[in-house]
Structure formats: structure tokens, C-alpha cells
């Protein structure tokens, strides 16, 4: 309940029409915060995983690359949307994420975060959004 009640906290000024997350703990995390403020929610899932059509985002890993994919119409034109994971570390998946919810033309408002790695830089990364976590550790 905590870090349902501090994550839905830190998006209480903000304006969104969707809630988007990635898979798959942003699921655990997002649904019910979408549903405790009466949002639609969009799963960001691994390539070949969602049933309809899709648009898809390659990105870099530290060990090789990843492939994500969101349903073509989970965004409409201008729709405000907020990105939610458990954890930012180096910014990759939800830089990706960002890129297909504004090839869509949704707008991204705030990407939302658990746990914050700090030491791995992600919010550089992320620099051009509203970028906020409820927790942060920094490295040895």
C-alpha cells in the first residue's frame, strides 16, 4: 500500500490522460494507480507479447539490446501521458518508452519511479522530463 499511496502522491499536480507502464513490475505498480484515479492504462510490454498491431523501440542494454512494443492506437494524438517503472537505473527502457508514446503524438508529462539508482545516471538520460522517484540510493 505505501508505494502505491507515495507513487499516486507524487503525481497529484499533475495532468495526464494515460498511464503507461512497462513491463512488468510498472503492471503491478501502474493499474492499480490508474485505476485509483480513473486512467485508462497502457501496457508497455517486450516485443511479441501484445496482441495487436504495434509500434516498436530498439534499444541499447549494457549487455546487448531490447526490443519494446505498445499497441499502435494505446495513444491518440495530443493525450498527456505519464511513463511509470519500479526502477530507473540508466534511463534506457523509459527513454525508448518515451519515443514511441510521442511517435504516436501523445505528450510526455512525467515518467514516475519507485527506486532511483542515482549513481547510474538514468535522469541524464531522461534530462528533457519531469522525472520523479519516491525512494533514491546512491552506489557504493
Known sequence: HMAIDKMQELLADTDFDVLAGAESRGFIFGMPIAYNLHKPFVPIRKKGKLPCETVEKTYDLEYGTATIEMHKDAVKKGEKVVLLDDLIATGGTMKAAAELV???????????????????????????????????????
Not at 527506486?115 to 545516471?121: F, G, V
Open 102 to 140: 510521442e511517435e504516436l503524438g501523445g505528450e510526455v508529462v512525467k515518467m514516475l519511479f519507485l527506486i532511483e539508482l542515482s549513481d547510474l545516471n538514468g535522469r541524464e538520460v531522461l534530462k528533457d522530463y519531469d522525472v520523479d522517484s519516491v525512494v533514491q540510493f546512491e552506489g557504493k
